[in-house]
């Protein structure tokens, strides 16, 4: 129960298009990705139309990745 509202709290702000640091772990943010006009399908080659969207990323904070590579 703990979790799940830990991850629809940080939804909720992304959803809003607001950043969620958590200290000493890493950043979760929402990132725009542009519209494209000239994607190509790997499997047919042809050209397609790729609409904007919106992506979540994260970025881990310097503690974590110095953490990770000890």
Do not use: C
Not at 4 to 15: K, S, V
Not at 27 to 35: A, P
């Amino acid at each position: 129960m703990i979790l799940d509202t830990f991850f629809l709290t940080i939804g909720d702000a992304l959803i809003k298009k607001k950043s969620v640091e958590l200290r000493g772990f890493g950043t979760f943010f929402v990132k725009e990705i542009k519209e494209k006009f000239s994607a190509r399908n790997p499997k047919t080659g042809q050209l397609i139309y790729v609409p904007k969207k919106h992506k979540i990323r994260f970025r881990a904070s310097k503690k974590f990745k110095n953490l990770i590579n000890q």
